[in-house]
């Protein structure tokens, strides 16, 4: 359980911040950015969540909490001593992303097939959703890049590898189910 009576502790002030673990770190390093990246994408979804109704809302929910798990997962090195912890960190499961997957599946049924790359824009749901598929392939960059340094849940990598498809197959829904969408026409302003 999460309490939070202060909000400044003052610990941070000289440029670390502490792990899951209780490792004290550099707030530039990768690690950090890596989880402090998927912290960005959760407020974006959080803006995305003012167009979003019915049931895209209620799945942008899920994927709210779906990024606190994967941030307390990321903040948590040392995989390998897991069950040397006091507490079992939580860590992102392969049913996160079949969920996404399946979710994708369902949306994309009612698309017509992409026949020009589709450019960010048509309603401001789908825009802010392109924000969205952006923001969580950067987290999954620094995701891969951190699991070639240290350890890193493959599920979470996994899952924001779904989470950037997702969110793109969600945009064209949000465009009246691609019938709004902004289509790339290449070499138009030549």
Not at 87 to 96: A, C, G, I, K
Not at 104 to 127: E, H, K, Q, Y
Request: proline residues 4%; aromatic residues 6%; negative net charge.
């Amino acid at each position: 359980m999460v309490v939070l009576n202060k909000i400044y502790t003052r610990t941070g002030d000289g440029g670390d911040t502490a792990l899951g673990n209780g490792e004290r770190i550099a707030k530039h390093a990768l690690r950090v950015s890596a989880y402090g990246t998927s912290d960005e994408l959760n407020s974006f979804v959080g803006v995305a969540r003012l167009h979003a109704e019915g049931e895209l809302d209620t799945a942008l929910s899920r994927i709210q909490n779906d990024l606190f798990d994967l941030g307390a997962d990321l903040c948590r090195p040392d995989i390998d001593k897991d069950a040397e912890a006091e507490y079992p960190p939580l860590r992102m499961v392969d049913s996160q992303v079949s969920r996404l997957e399946s979710e994708i599946d369902a949306m994309n049924a009612d698309l017509n097939p992409l026949r020009s790359f589709v450019l960010p824009g048509g309603t401001p749901l789908a825009a802010q959703l392109h924000v969205c598929r952006t923001v969580s392939r950067r987290a999954e960059r620094l995701a891969v890049e951190l699991s070639s340094a240290e350890e890193v849940n493959p599920a979470a990598v996994r899952y924001l590898n779904r989470l950037s498809d997702w969110f793109f197959v969600a945009s064209r829904a949000a465009n009246d189910n691609g019938a709004g969408d902004v289509l790339w026409v290449p070499g138009a302003n030549r």
